[in-house]
Protein backbone atom coordinates (compact mmCIF):
# COMPACT_ATOMS: atom_id res chain seq x y z
CA UNK A 1 0.00 0.00 0.00
CA UNK A 2 1.31 3.54 -0.87
CA UNK A 3 1.20 6.34 1.62
CA UNK A 4 -1.36 8.84 1.34
CA UNK A 5 1.90 11.44 1.16
CA UNK A 6 2.04 10.55 -2.34
CA UNK A 7 -1.92 11.34 -3.20
CA UNK A 8 -1.53 14.53 -1.23
CA UNK A 9 1.95 15.45 -4.12
CA UNK A 10 0.10 14.38 -6.91
CA UNK A 11 -3.26 16.10 -6.31
CA UNK A 12 -1.20 19.52 -5.36
CA UNK A 13 0.58 18.82 -8.71
CA UNK A 14 -2.72 18.41 -10.46
CA UNK A 15 -4.07 21.55 -8.76
CA UNK A 16 -0.91 23.33 -9.78
CA UNK A 17 -1.29 22.83 -13.72
CA UNK A 18 -4.70 23.51 -13.84
CA UNK A 19 -4.12 26.65 -12.24
CA UNK A 20 -0.88 27.67 -14.69
CA UNK A 21 -3.62 26.36 -17.37
CA UNK A 22 -6.22 28.59 -16.58
CA UNK A 23 -3.57 31.87 -16.04
CA UNK A 24 -2.70 30.97 -19.67
CA UNK A 25 -6.04 31.04 -20.86
CA UNK A 26 -7.02 34.47 -19.60
CA UNK A 27 -4.02 36.17 -20.65
CA UNK A 28 -4.87 35.27 -24.12
CA UNK A 29 -8.22 36.40 -23.92
CA UNK A 30 -7.18 39.44 -22.34
CA UNK A 31 -4.64 39.62 -25.58
CA UNK A 32 -7.57 38.75 -28.11
CA UNK A 33 -9.56 42.01 -26.35
CA UNK A 34 -6.51 44.08 -27.15
CA UNK A 35 -7.54 46.89 -29.34
CA UNK A 36 -4.06 46.74 -30.52
CA UNK A 37 -4.48 43.43 -31.93
CA UNK A 38 -7.65 44.12 -33.89
CA UNK A 39 -6.52 47.21 -35.19
CA UNK A 40 -5.50 45.53 -38.74
CA UNK A 41 -8.96 44.20 -39.48
CA UNK A 42 -11.12 45.92 -42.01
CA UNK A 43 -13.63 47.97 -40.43
CA UNK A 44 -16.39 46.22 -41.90
CA UNK A 45 -19.41 46.42 -39.44
CA UNK A 46 -20.37 43.86 -37.82
CA UNK A 47 -17.75 41.16 -40.21
CA UNK A 48 -14.89 42.11 -38.23
CA UNK A 49 -13.66 38.67 -37.09
CA UNK A 50 -12.45 35.82 -39.73
CA UNK A 51 -15.56 33.72 -39.24
CA UNK A 52 -18.08 36.68 -39.87
CA UNK A 53 -16.65 37.82 -42.61
CA UNK A 54 -16.51 34.33 -44.23
CA UNK A 55 -20.52 34.48 -44.24
CA UNK A 56 -20.60 38.37 -45.06
CA UNK A 57 -23.79 38.74 -46.85
CA UNK A 58 -22.16 40.25 -49.59
CA UNK A 59 -20.86 36.56 -50.50
CA UNK A 60 -24.30 35.74 -51.42
CA UNK A 61 -27.22 36.96 -53.18
CA UNK A 62 -28.81 39.11 -53.23
CA UNK A 63 -26.23 41.54 -52.22
CA UNK A 64 -23.42 40.15 -54.98
CA UNK A 65 -25.50 41.08 -57.16
CA UNK A 66 -24.54 45.06 -56.67
CA UNK A 67 -21.23 44.20 -55.01
CA UNK A 68 -18.47 46.18 -56.79
CA UNK A 69 -14.82 45.04 -57.24
CA UNK A 70 -13.67 47.44 -54.51
CA UNK A 71 -16.06 46.67 -52.15
CA UNK A 72 -14.51 43.05 -52.22
CA UNK A 73 -10.95 44.19 -52.44
CA UNK A 74 -11.66 45.54 -49.39
CA UNK A 75 -10.88 42.61 -47.64
CA UNK A 76 -9.01 40.24 -50.39
CA UNK A 77 -6.72 42.61 -51.61
CA UNK A 78 -4.53 39.26 -52.21
CA UNK A 79 -6.35 38.34 -55.18
CA UNK A 80 -4.91 41.55 -57.33
CA UNK A 81 -1.47 42.39 -55.23
CA UNK A 82 0.00 38.73 -55.07
CA UNK A 83 2.20 37.87 -57.96
CA UNK A 84 3.69 34.55 -58.69
CA UNK A 85 7.38 33.84 -57.11
CA UNK A 86 10.35 34.49 -58.96
CA UNK A 87 11.52 31.53 -58.22
CA UNK A 88 10.23 28.08 -56.60
CA UNK A 89 11.43 27.08 -53.43
CA UNK A 90 13.05 24.40 -55.63
CA UNK A 91 15.13 26.94 -57.08
CA UNK A 92 13.23 26.61 -61.09
CA UNK A 93 12.70 30.22 -62.37
CA UNK A 94 9.41 30.98 -63.09
CA UNK A 95 10.60 32.97 -66.47
CA UNK A 96 12.30 29.80 -67.70
CA UNK A 97 9.01 27.18 -67.05
CA UNK A 98 6.11 28.76 -68.92
CA UNK A 99 3.98 26.65 -69.98
CA UNK A 100 2.60 26.60 -73.97
CA UNK A 101 -0.39 29.25 -73.39
CA UNK A 102 2.33 31.46 -72.03
CA UNK A 103 4.36 31.78 -74.76
CA UNK A 104 1.66 33.05 -77.23
CA UNK A 105 1.59 36.19 -79.62
CA UNK A 106 -0.64 37.97 -77.31
CA UNK A 107 1.28 36.74 -74.21
CA UNK A 108 2.90 39.79 -72.66
CA UNK A 109 4.87 40.40 -69.26
CA UNK A 110 6.06 38.06 -66.65
CA UNK A 111 4.26 35.47 -65.62
CA UNK A 112 0.92 35.99 -63.48
CA UNK A 113 -1.26 34.99 -61.11
CA UNK A 114 -5.33 33.63 -62.52
CA UNK A 115 -6.82 36.51 -61.57
CA UNK A 116 -4.30 39.58 -62.47
CA UNK A 117 -4.14 37.74 -65.98
CA UNK A 118 -8.26 38.17 -66.22
CA UNK A 119 -7.99 41.67 -64.38
CA UNK A 120 -5.08 43.66 -64.63
CA UNK A 121 -2.59 42.34 -67.29
CA UNK A 122 -2.15 44.30 -70.09
CA UNK A 123 -4.15 41.62 -72.88
CA UNK A 124 -6.88 41.38 -70.24
CA UNK A 125 -7.33 45.33 -69.57
CA UNK A 126 -7.17 45.98 -73.54
CA UNK A 127 -9.80 43.24 -74.64
CA UNK A 128 -12.26 42.59 -71.50
CA UNK A 129 -13.91 44.25 -68.61
CA UNK A 130 -14.19 41.42 -66.07
CA UNK A 131 -15.76 41.69 -62.49
CA UNK A 132 -15.41 39.60 -59.41
CA UNK A 133 -18.84 39.25 -59.86
CA UNK A 134 -18.62 38.42 -63.02
CA UNK A 135 -17.39 34.75 -62.59
CA UNK A 136 -18.32 35.25 -58.25
CA UNK A 137 -21.98 34.89 -57.96
CA UNK A 138 -21.99 33.04 -54.42
CA UNK A 139 -20.63 30.16 -53.24
CA UNK A 140 -20.80 27.46 -50.07
CA UNK A 141 -18.11 28.03 -47.70
CA UNK A 142 -19.08 25.00 -45.56
CA UNK A 143 -19.94 22.53 -47.38
CA UNK A 144 -19.15 23.87 -50.81
CA UNK A 145 -21.99 22.25 -52.51
CA UNK A 146 -25.43 23.35 -53.77
CA UNK A 147 -28.09 22.36 -51.32
CA UNK A 148 -26.46 21.22 -48.53
CA UNK A 149 -28.25 22.97 -46.26
CA UNK A 150 -31.84 24.84 -45.84
CA UNK A 151 -30.16 27.94 -45.57
CA UNK A 152 -27.63 27.43 -48.38
CA UNK A 153 -28.41 27.82 -52.01
CA UNK A 154 -30.56 25.55 -53.50
CA UNK A 155 -29.78 22.52 -55.40
CA UNK A 156 -30.97 23.83 -58.67
CA UNK A 157 -28.66 27.09 -58.36
CA UNK A 158 -26.82 28.03 -61.48
CA UNK A 159 -24.24 30.68 -59.41
CA UNK A 160 -21.71 27.78 -58.60
CA UNK A 161 -21.26 24.07 -59.29
CA UNK A 162 -20.25 21.45 -56.77
CA UNK A 163 -17.03 21.91 -55.19
CA UNK A 164 -15.90 24.83 -56.98
CA UNK A 165 -16.59 28.52 -55.77
CA UNK A 166 -17.95 29.80 -59.86
CA UNK A 167 -20.06 28.12 -62.52
CA UNK A 168 -17.26 26.83 -64.89
CA UNK A 169 -19.92 26.59 -67.74
CA UNK A 170 -21.40 29.54 -67.74
CA UNK A 171 -18.14 31.44 -67.25
CA UNK A 172 -14.73 30.06 -68.49
CA UNK A 173 -16.13 27.74 -71.13
CA UNK A 174 -16.93 31.18 -72.91
CA UNK A 175 -13.61 31.83 -73.16
CA UNK A 176 -11.72 28.49 -72.93
CA UNK A 177 -13.98 26.03 -75.17
CA UNK A 178 -12.93 23.97 -78.26
CA UNK A 179 -13.39 25.65 -81.65
CA UNK A 180 -16.12 24.84 -83.41
CA UNK A 181 -14.94 23.93 -86.90
CA UNK A 182 -18.23 21.85 -87.43
CA UNK A 183 -20.16 24.60 -87.79
CA UNK A 184 -17.57 26.32 -89.67
CA UNK A 185 -17.17 24.41 -92.27
CA UNK A 186 -13.06 24.50 -91.66
CA UNK A 187 -11.51 21.49 -93.06
CA UNK A 188 -9.43 20.82 -90.14
CA UNK A 189 -8.43 22.55 -87.16
CA UNK A 190 -7.51 26.13 -87.07
CA UNK A 191 -3.56 25.54 -86.82
CA UNK A 192 -3.71 23.41 -89.72
CA UNK A 193 -5.92 25.63 -91.84
CA UNK A 194 -6.02 28.88 -91.09
CA UNK A 195 -3.21 29.70 -93.75
CA UNK A 196 -5.99 28.40 -96.29
CA UNK A 197 -7.91 31.76 -95.27
CA UNK A 198 -5.25 34.29 -94.87
CA UNK A 199 -4.60 33.47 -91.13
CA UNK A 200 -7.72 35.58 -90.34
CA UNK A 201 -10.84 35.27 -88.97
CA UNK A 202 -12.15 38.11 -90.53
CA UNK A 203 -11.53 36.50 -93.98
CA UNK A 204 -15.14 35.00 -92.76
CA UNK A 205 -16.76 36.91 -90.27
CA UNK A 206 -16.36 40.24 -91.55
CA UNK A 207 -20.02 39.14 -92.67
CA UNK A 208 -20.91 36.39 -90.83
CA UNK A 209 -22.32 36.70 -87.52
CA UNK A 210 -21.08 40.47 -87.16
CA UNK A 211 -23.23 40.93 -84.12
CA UNK A 212 -21.15 39.47 -81.35
CA UNK A 213 -19.34 40.75 -78.15
CA UNK A 214 -21.90 42.72 -76.69
CA UNK A 215 -21.70 42.34 -73.11
CA UNK A 216 -21.09 44.26 -69.96
CA UNK A 217 -17.50 42.18 -69.66
CA UNK A 218 -16.33 42.49 -73.21
CA UNK A 219 -14.66 45.26 -75.08
CA UNK A 220 -16.00 44.68 -78.45
CA UNK A 221 -14.76 47.76 -80.39
CA UNK A 222 -11.19 46.84 -79.00
CA UNK A 223 -11.34 43.06 -79.74
CA UNK A 224 -12.52 43.78 -83.30
CA UNK A 225 -9.35 46.38 -84.05
CA UNK A 226 -6.95 43.64 -81.77
CA UNK A 227 -8.36 41.14 -84.02
CA UNK A 228 -8.06 43.00 -87.51
CA UNK A 229 -4.02 42.83 -86.82
CA UNK A 230 -3.77 39.15 -85.18
CA UNK A 231 -5.98 36.39 -85.23
CA UNK A 232 -3.94 34.55 -82.21
CA UNK A 233 -6.42 37.34 -80.12
CA UNK A 234 -10.01 35.75 -81.61
CA UNK A 235 -8.28 32.12 -81.83
CA UNK A 236 -7.25 32.74 -78.17
CA UNK A 237 -10.78 33.06 -77.23
CA UNK A 238 -12.12 30.58 -79.18
CA UNK A 239 -10.00 27.57 -79.11
CA UNK A 240 -6.53 28.54 -78.33
CA UNK A 241 -6.69 28.69 -75.14
CA UNK A 242 -8.84 25.96 -74.81
CA UNK A 243 -9.27 23.83 -71.06
CA UNK A 244 -12.20 21.78 -72.43
CA UNK A 245 -12.78 19.40 -75.34
CA UNK A 246 -16.42 20.78 -75.65
CA UNK A 247 -17.50 24.21 -77.19
CA UNK A 248 -19.32 26.70 -75.54
CA UNK A 249 -23.22 27.04 -77.38
CA UNK A 250 -22.51 30.42 -77.83
CA UNK A 251 -26.12 32.63 -79.03
CA UNK A 252 -26.75 33.41 -82.03
CA UNK A 253 -27.30 36.90 -82.94
CA UNK A 254 -29.27 37.67 -86.06
CA UNK A 255 -26.95 39.31 -88.32
CA UNK A 256 -27.27 41.14 -91.42
CA UNK A 257 -27.72 39.19 -94.46
CA UNK A 258 -28.09 36.11 -92.69
CA UNK A 259 -30.54 33.33 -94.21
CA UNK A 260 -33.73 32.76 -92.68
CA UNK A 261 -33.48 29.12 -92.53
CA UNK A 262 -31.44 27.82 -89.16
CA UNK A 263 -29.47 24.97 -89.39
CA UNK A 264 -30.07 22.13 -87.32
CA UNK A 265 -27.17 22.56 -85.11
CA UNK A 266 -28.33 26.03 -84.07
CA UNK A 267 -31.91 24.95 -83.18
CA UNK A 268 -32.62 25.72 -79.63
CA UNK A 269 -29.64 27.70 -79.59
CA UNK A 270 -30.61 31.22 -77.77
CA UNK A 271 -30.52 34.68 -79.72
CA UNK A 272 -29.24 37.03 -77.41
CA UNK A 273 -26.50 36.32 -74.62
CA UNK A 274 -27.22 35.65 -71.29
CA UNK A 275 -29.39 38.30 -69.59
CA UNK A 276 -27.05 39.53 -66.81
CA UNK A 277 -24.54 40.54 -69.31
CA UNK A 278 -26.47 42.45 -72.08
CA UNK A 279 -26.02 45.86 -72.57
CA UNK A 280 -28.86 48.19 -72.58
CA UNK A 281 -30.33 48.62 -75.91
CA UNK A 282 -28.46 51.82 -76.22
CA UNK A 283 -25.44 51.03 -76.02
CA UNK A 284 -25.31 48.40 -79.07
CA UNK A 285 -23.82 49.17 -82.17
CA UNK A 286 -25.54 47.17 -84.72
C1 LIG B 1 -15.73 41.70 -44.84
C2 LIG B 1 -14.65 41.12 -45.59
C3 LIG B 1 -15.01 40.43 -46.90
C4 LIG B 1 -15.64 40.98 -48.01
C5 LIG B 1 -16.20 42.39 -48.16
C6 LIG B 1 -15.64 39.95 -49.01
N1 LIG B 1 -15.05 38.82 -48.54
FE1 LIG B 1 -14.80 37.07 -49.53
N2 LIG B 1 -14.09 36.17 -47.85
C7 LIG B 1 -13.81 36.81 -46.68
C8 LIG B 1 -13.26 35.85 -45.74
C9 LIG B 1 -12.77 36.16 -44.32
C10 LIG B 1 -13.24 34.60 -46.40
C11 LIG B 1 -12.76 33.26 -45.84
C12 LIG B 1 -11.33 33.08 -46.23
C13 LIG B 1 -10.78 31.78 -45.74
O1 LIG B 1 -11.37 31.14 -44.85
O2 LIG B 1 -9.72 31.40 -46.27
C14 LIG B 1 -13.76 34.84 -47.73
C15 LIG B 1 -13.87 33.88 -48.69
C16 LIG B 1 -14.14 34.12 -50.03
C17 LIG B 1 -14.09 33.15 -51.08
C18 LIG B 1 -13.71 31.69 -50.90
C19 LIG B 1 -14.95 30.95 -50.44
C20 LIG B 1 -14.74 29.49 -50.19
O3 LIG B 1 -15.70 28.75 -50.41
O4 LIG B 1 -13.64 29.08 -49.76
C21 LIG B 1 -14.43 33.79 -52.24
C22 LIG B 1 -14.51 33.18 -53.62
C23 LIG B 1 -14.72 35.15 -51.90
N3 LIG B 1 -14.54 35.34 -50.55
C24 LIG B 1 -15.09 36.12 -52.82
C25 LIG B 1 -15.53 37.38 -52.47
C26 LIG B 1 -16.15 38.30 -53.40
C27 LIG B 1 -16.36 38.04 -54.88
C28 LIG B 1 -16.47 39.42 -52.69
C29 LIG B 1 -17.21 40.64 -53.19
C30 LIG B 1 -18.53 40.37 -53.75
C31 LIG B 1 -16.03 39.19 -51.32
N4 LIG B 1 -15.48 37.95 -51.23
C32 LIG B 1 -16.15 40.12 -50.29
C33 LIG B 1 -13.99 38.16 -46.41
C34 LIG B 1 -14.65 39.06 -47.25
C1 LIG C 1 -12.52 34.95 -64.61
C2 LIG C 1 -13.34 34.63 -63.46
C3 LIG C 1 -12.99 35.26 -62.12
C4 LIG C 1 -12.94 36.60 -61.83
C5 LIG C 1 -13.16 37.78 -62.78
C6 LIG C 1 -12.64 36.69 -60.42
N1 LIG C 1 -12.49 35.45 -59.89
FE1 LIG C 1 -12.03 34.99 -57.96
N2 LIG C 1 -11.87 33.03 -58.43
C7 LIG C 1 -12.19 32.49 -59.66
C8 LIG C 1 -11.94 31.06 -59.61
C9 LIG C 1 -12.17 30.08 -60.75
C10 LIG C 1 -11.46 30.77 -58.31
C11 LIG C 1 -11.07 29.42 -57.73
C12 LIG C 1 -12.37 28.75 -57.36
C13 LIG C 1 -12.26 27.37 -56.83
O1 LIG C 1 -11.20 26.99 -56.32
O2 LIG C 1 -13.28 26.66 -56.91
C14 LIG C 1 -11.45 32.03 -57.58
C15 LIG C 1 -11.09 32.16 -56.25
C16 LIG C 1 -11.25 33.32 -55.50
C17 LIG C 1 -11.04 33.43 -54.08
C18 LIG C 1 -10.67 32.30 -53.15
C19 LIG C 1 -9.23 32.38 -52.76
C20 LIG C 1 -8.31 32.07 -53.86
O3 LIG C 1 -7.51 32.95 -54.23
O4 LIG C 1 -8.36 30.93 -54.37
C21 LIG C 1 -11.28 34.72 -53.75
C22 LIG C 1 -11.18 35.34 -52.36
C23 LIG C 1 -11.65 35.42 -54.96
N3 LIG C 1 -11.62 34.55 -56.01
C24 LIG C 1 -11.99 36.75 -55.02
C25 LIG C 1 -12.14 37.46 -56.21
C26 LIG C 1 -12.24 38.91 -56.26
C27 LIG C 1 -12.20 39.82 -55.07
C28 LIG C 1 -12.37 39.24 -57.58
C29 LIG C 1 -12.46 40.64 -58.19
C30 LIG C 1 -11.36 41.53 -57.91
C31 LIG C 1 -12.36 37.99 -58.34
N4 LIG C 1 -12.21 36.96 -57.47
C32 LIG C 1 -12.51 37.90 -59.72
C33 LIG C 1 -12.67 33.17 -60.76
C34 LIG C 1 -12.71 34.54 -60.89
C1 LIG D 1 -14.20 36.74 -71.14
C2 LIG D 1 -13.21 35.77 -71.46
C3 LIG D 1 -12.62 34.91 -70.37
C4 LIG D 1 -13.28 34.24 -69.38
C5 LIG D 1 -14.77 34.27 -69.04
C6 LIG D 1 -12.28 33.45 -68.70
N1 LIG D 1 -11.06 33.65 -69.26
FE1 LIG D 1 -9.31 32.73 -68.75
N2 LIG D 1 -8.30 33.90 -70.07
C7 LIG D 1 -8.86 34.82 -70.92
C8 LIG D 1 -7.81 35.53 -71.62
C9 LIG D 1 -8.01 36.62 -72.65
C10 LIG D 1 -6.58 35.00 -71.14
C11 LIG D 1 -5.16 35.42 -71.56
C12 LIG D 1 -4.63 36.49 -70.63
C13 LIG D 1 -3.21 36.90 -70.98
O1 LIG D 1 -2.54 36.22 -71.75
O2 LIG D 1 -2.76 37.91 -70.44
C14 LIG D 1 -6.93 33.96 -70.19
C15 LIG D 1 -6.00 33.18 -69.53
C16 LIG D 1 -6.31 32.14 -68.68
C17 LIG D 1 -5.34 31.26 -68.07
C18 LIG D 1 -3.85 31.30 -68.29
C19 LIG D 1 -3.16 32.20 -67.33
C20 LIG D 1 -1.70 32.34 -67.67
O3 LIG D 1 -0.88 32.13 -66.80
O4 LIG D 1 -1.39 32.63 -68.81
C21 LIG D 1 -6.05 30.39 -67.27
C22 LIG D 1 -5.47 29.27 -66.45
C23 LIG D 1 -7.45 30.73 -67.38
N3 LIG D 1 -7.58 31.79 -68.24
C24 LIG D 1 -8.47 30.09 -66.71
C25 LIG D 1 -9.78 30.55 -66.67
C26 LIG D 1 -10.82 30.01 -65.82
C27 LIG D 1 -10.63 28.85 -64.85
C28 LIG D 1 -11.95 30.73 -66.05
C29 LIG D 1 -13.31 30.61 -65.39
C30 LIG D 1 -13.35 30.83 -63.97
C31 LIG D 1 -11.63 31.71 -67.07
N4 LIG D 1 -10.31 31.58 -67.41
C32 LIG D 1 -12.55 32.61 -67.63
C33 LIG D 1 -10.21 35.03 -71.10
C34 LIG D 1 -11.21 34.55 -70.28
C1 LIG E 1 -14.39 29.57 -93.60
C2 LIG E 1 -15.03 30.66 -92.96
C3 LIG E 1 -14.74 30.83 -91.46
C4 LIG E 1 -13.53 31.11 -90.86
C5 LIG E 1 -12.17 31.28 -91.48
C6 LIG E 1 -13.83 31.25 -89.43
N1 LIG E 1 -15.18 31.05 -89.19
FE1 LIG E 1 -16.14 31.15 -87.42
N2 LIG E 1 -17.90 30.63 -88.32
C7 LIG E 1 -18.07 30.42 -89.67
C8 LIG E 1 -19.44 30.01 -89.92
C9 LIG E 1 -20.03 29.67 -91.28
C10 LIG E 1 -20.08 29.97 -88.65
C11 LIG E 1 -21.53 29.59 -88.37
C12 LIG E 1 -22.46 30.68 -88.83
C13 LIG E 1 -23.89 30.41 -88.44
O1 LIG E 1 -24.25 30.68 -87.30
O2 LIG E 1 -24.66 29.97 -89.29
C14 LIG E 1 -19.08 30.38 -87.68
C15 LIG E 1 -19.33 30.48 -86.32
C16 LIG E 1 -18.40 30.94 -85.38
C17 LIG E 1 -18.66 31.09 -83.99
C18 LIG E 1 -19.94 30.74 -83.28
C19 LIG E 1 -19.98 29.25 -83.06
C20 LIG E 1 -21.22 28.76 -82.42
O3 LIG E 1 -21.21 27.60 -81.97
O4 LIG E 1 -22.23 29.46 -82.39
C21 LIG E 1 -17.52 31.56 -83.42
C22 LIG E 1 -17.31 31.88 -81.96
C23 LIG E 1 -16.54 31.71 -84.48
N3 LIG E 1 -17.11 31.32 -85.66
C24 LIG E 1 -15.26 32.19 -84.28
C25 LIG E 1 -14.26 32.13 -85.25
C26 LIG E 1 -12.89 32.49 -85.01
C27 LIG E 1 -12.36 32.99 -83.69
C28 LIG E 1 -12.20 32.28 -86.17
C29 LIG E 1 -10.72 32.43 -86.42
C30 LIG E 1 -9.82 31.80 -85.46
C31 LIG E 1 -13.16 31.82 -87.15
N4 LIG E 1 -14.41 31.74 -86.55
C32 LIG E 1 -12.88 31.54 -88.48
C33 LIG E 1 -17.11 30.56 -90.64
C34 LIG E 1 -15.77 30.80 -90.42
C1 LIG F 1 -11.70 38.10 -74.71
C2 LIG F 1 -12.29 36.96 -75.33
C3 LIG F 1 -12.79 37.04 -76.76
C4 LIG F 1 -12.10 37.49 -77.86
C5 LIG F 1 -10.71 38.12 -77.90
C6 LIG F 1 -12.96 37.25 -79.01
N1 LIG F 1 -14.13 36.69 -78.59
FE1 LIG F 1 -15.68 36.15 -79.79
N2 LIG F 1 -16.83 35.79 -78.14
C7 LIG F 1 -16.38 35.81 -76.86
C8 LIG F 1 -17.50 35.58 -75.97
C9 LIG F 1 -17.44 35.51 -74.46
C10 LIG F 1 -18.64 35.43 -76.79
C11 LIG F 1 -20.10 35.22 -76.33
C12 LIG F 1 -20.73 36.55 -75.99
C13 LIG F 1 -22.21 36.44 -75.75
O1 LIG F 1 -22.61 35.65 -74.88
O2 LIG F 1 -22.97 37.12 -76.45
C14 LIG F 1 -18.19 35.54 -78.16
C15 LIG F 1 -18.98 35.39 -79.29
C16 LIG F 1 -18.50 35.32 -80.59
C17 LIG F 1 -19.29 34.97 -81.76
C18 LIG F 1 -20.76 34.59 -81.75
C19 LIG F 1 -21.54 35.81 -82.17
C20 LIG F 1 -23.03 35.76 -81.88
O3 LIG F 1 -23.80 35.35 -82.75
O4 LIG F 1 -23.42 36.17 -80.78
C21 LIG F 1 -18.46 35.06 -82.85
C22 LIG F 1 -18.80 34.79 -84.28
C23 LIG F 1 -17.16 35.47 -82.37
N3 LIG F 1 -17.22 35.62 -80.98
C24 LIG F 1 -16.06 35.72 -83.16
C25 LIG F 1 -14.91 36.34 -82.74
C26 LIG F 1 -13.92 36.94 -83.61
C27 LIG F 1 -13.97 36.93 -85.11
C28 LIG F 1 -12.96 37.48 -82.80
C29 LIG F 1 -11.74 38.33 -83.20
C30 LIG F 1 -12.05 39.53 -83.96
C31 LIG F 1 -13.33 37.20 -81.43
N4 LIG F 1 -14.54 36.53 -81.43
C32 LIG F 1 -12.60 37.56 -80.31
C33 LIG F 1 -15.08 36.04 -76.44
C34 LIG F 1 -14.09 36.55 -77.24
Same mark, same amino acid.
Given at each position: MESPKTGIVILALVAGVSLAGALLGWNVRQQVAHP?????????????DHLRATYDPIHFKPAIESATDAQCLACHREVLEDKVRETSPAGVKAATSKAWYQRLSTYQGEQDTFHRRHLSTPLAKELMNLNCTTCHQGNDPREEAPGSSATSAPQSTQDFTLRKQVNVETTCLKCHGQMNIGV?? =?????????EMFGNS???CHAAIRTNRHQV?? =??????EAAGQKNADVCYGCHGGRSWYRISYPYPRHAWEGMSPDVPDWAKGRPTESEARFQLPPSANKK
Open positions: AHSAALPAGGAANMG =LPSPWHESKCLTTY =LKAEAI
